[in-house]
Structures are given as structure tokens and as C-alpha cells.
């Protein structure tokens, strides 16, 4: 049995008695307390912790009453007996079993064993924004400003904020227009929207609170498709209406180096160091693909989402994709614990 801590009243997780607590006067009143965690950090019951801290270590703040005090209470509080908890150890007895023991200032040992570990799977899903008509394309530039097409109800641009939680707030919106998807120039101070007859408009969005309409462009001008190039710049992905494209990129050459054939991908990324391919699938939600020189990419896994999926957009420094959910809006998520999470 080997001990993994031993703090001075800082750690403690679940239930256990205690017993043997004195009073004021030293009476001895052997009538045993039954303690539990309290904390929005984590999910509690009976003889069971259940943490997303792999070390499943939980701060013990003070006891009082039947309650073990966790938020923004101070360690030192006293119980109705006048006792408080001094030392408290944790001993690892199995793969997830632990033995609690803790200890008063006056002495009085209380022992739980066979506390049970269970590590609470985080969520993948950042959150949800909703939007005004169908998310039927988007993207975002490196200041966190989103443009999502939504069809009929135009595009809205949409502040994306990433402090202790995802926010989001409407900047501008470009109602006059059937659109089908978003581009952005390379500068980013532009956007070009694809409506529905295929036409191609541009617009200035040097400042994202006023878009100013500059017309029709030819669309040989622009990228007709979404583009995810390699860190190296020598591999690109692309979606056709014919499947997904990967081409290499030689110089100024760009050689193909596969066709996947189903229409029903609308989008694709490259991810885990470009070694793989994140597809989204109007039917099947997302599916991550292999990629590799000289073989088709081939299906690893994949996540049901509860609606069509019809673009993707990643913000790579922070790990977060936006999915556009149609309906559904934009959902986003974590990009890492997503593909820990696929099946």
C-alpha cells in the first residue's frame, strides 16, 4: 500500500464517519459525524468521487455541521462538537480504490476504505451559438470575428470571445443576400459570399462593424472551394462536388495526389499535425480520416452529431473548431478531446 498524500487538512473527497469528538469540557461524545463533499467541481454520493483530476486530489476547506465546507470557505471551521479536522492521509489500495483516514486535533482517528475513483468524462462541446437562419457555411479570422452563411437570413458576423468561457456577440449582418458559403482573402480584409445562384459578392470588412459592398466579382478571381494547406506548405485538402481532393504542392505546381469520392462531404480539415483529415458529412456528422502518400485516406473514426454538418472552421492556436450545424447553428468544440472522444 503505498501512500500518495498527506496534507495538513487540504485534501479530501466522499463520505466518513467520524467519532470520538470532545467538547469544550473534554467529555468524550462518541457519536460519529457523517461527512460530505459539497462542490460544483466535481459530482459526489455516497462512497464514490467522481473527478476529471487524474490525481483525484479534492481541497478540504473546513467541517461543520454534517458538511464538509469545499468553495470559499476557509479550513478551520469548527463541527457542532468543536472539532475540526487536523491531518488527513490518502492511501491507494487498488486500481481505483483508496482508504481515507483523517484526524482530529484531539486525536480521533476515522478510517473510510474502499473509496471508489471515478474520472468524469469532459465534455467535448464548448457550447452552442445560435443563429438568426441555417448555418449552411462559416469561418473565422485570427481576431476571433466569425461569418457564418445562413441562406436567406444573409451572413452575420459574430464576435467570438475566449475568456473563462466561449461568448459571442453580433457585430453586423448582410441581410440582402441568399448565401451559400464564406470566404475570406488572404488579408482578411475581405469577404466573398457565394449565393445561392453562384454568384460571387465582395465585401470590405476592414472594420467587421460596417461592411461595405464593393460588387460582383469574377469568381476565377477567388478560391471556389475551402483550402487546408499543410504547416509546410506542400500538401493541400480540398472539397469538391465530386468528393475530397488531396494535392501536393511542387513549386508552383499543384499535382493531384487523390480523389475520395462521396458528395456527401461538405467540408474537411487537416488535423493531428496534419497526419489525419477531419471531414464533415451533410448525413453521417464527422469523420476523421488517415492520410498517407501512397494509399487512399481511409475511415478511422467517427461522432454522430444530432444534426447536418456543412462546415467546418478552426482556430488552431486555441484548439477550438466551430461546427455549422445548419438549424442547429454553430456548435464548437475542443478540438483535442473531440478526436479522443471519437469512435
Excluded at 443563429?131 to 459574430?158: C, P, R
Excluded at 464564406?182 to 453562384?198: A, H, M, P, R
Aim: overall charge neutral; charged content about 25%.
Amino acid at each position: 500500500m503505498t501512500k500518495i498524500t498527506k496534507i495538513m487538512a487540504l485534501t479530501f473527497i466522499a463520505s466518513l464517519s467520524m467519532s470520538g469528538c470532545k467538547d469544550r469540557s473534554g467529555f468524550v461524545e462518541q457519536k460519529p459525524v457523517s461527512l460530505l463533499v459539497e462542490s460544483s467541481q466535481m459530482v459526489t454520493g455516497k462512497d464514490t468521487i467522481v473527478t476529471t483530476d487524474d490525481k483525484a486530489k479534492v481541497q478540504l476547506y473546513g467541517v461543520k455541521g454534517n458538511s464538509v465546507y469545499v468553495n470559499g470557505k476557509k479550513y478551520g471551521e469548527f463541527d457542532e462538537n468543536g472539532s475540526f479536522i487536523l491531518e488527513l492521509s490518502i492511501d491507494h489500495i487498488g486500481s481505483t480504490n483508496y482508504e481515507v483516514i483523517a484526524k482530529d486535533q484531539f486525536g480521533n482517528t476515522s478510517i473510510k476504505k474502499e473509496i471508489q475513483i471515478i474520472r468524469k468524462p469532459q465534455s467535448a462541446s464548448l457550447g452552442s451559438i445560435s443563429t438568426k437562419g441555417s448555418a449552411k457555411d462559416l469561418t473565422l479570422s485570427q481576431n476571433g470575428t466569425m461569418f457564418v452563411a445562413e441562406g436567406k437570413s444573409g451572413v452575420e458576423f459574430i464576435s467570438i470571445g475566449f475568456d473563462d468561457q466561449i461568448s459571442s456577440e453580433i457585430l453586423a449582418s448582410i441581410p440582402n443576400v441568399d448565401a451559400l458559403s464564406v470566404t475570406l482573402s488572404s488579408d482578411e480584409k475581405s469577404l466573398f459570399i457565394k449565393d445561392k445562384k453562384g454568384n460571387y459578392y465582395a465585401y470590405d470588412i476592414s472594420n467587421p462593424n460596417d461592411p461595405k459592398e464593393i460588387g460582383l466579382v469574377d469568381a476565377q478571381t477567388i478560391k471556389k472551394s475551402k483550402i487546408s494547406i499543410s504547416k509546410d506548405n506542400k500538401f493541400q485538402i480540398r472539397v469538391s462536388p465530386c468528393g475530397l481532393i488531396g494535392e501536393d504542392i511542387v513549386a508552383n505546381d499543384i499535382q493531384r495526389r487523390f480523389l475520395l469520392k462521396d458528395k456527401n462531404i461538405s467540408d474537411a480539415i487537416l488535423v493531428n499535425k496534419d497526419k489525419q483529415i477531419l471531414t464533415a458529412h451533410k448525413e453521417d456528422g464527422l469523420i476523421l480520416f488517415s492520410l498517407s502518400k501512397d494509399e487512399l485516406p481511409a475511415p478511422l473514426k467517427s461522432k454522430k452529431l444530432d444534426a447536418p454538418v456543412f462546415g467546418l472552421s478552426l482556430i488552431e492556436k486555441a484548439g477550438v473548431l466551430f461546427v455549422a450545424k445548419g438549424d442547429k447553428g454553430v456548435e464548437i468544440f475542443n478540438l483535442d478531446i473531440l478526436l479522443s472522444q471519437m469512435k
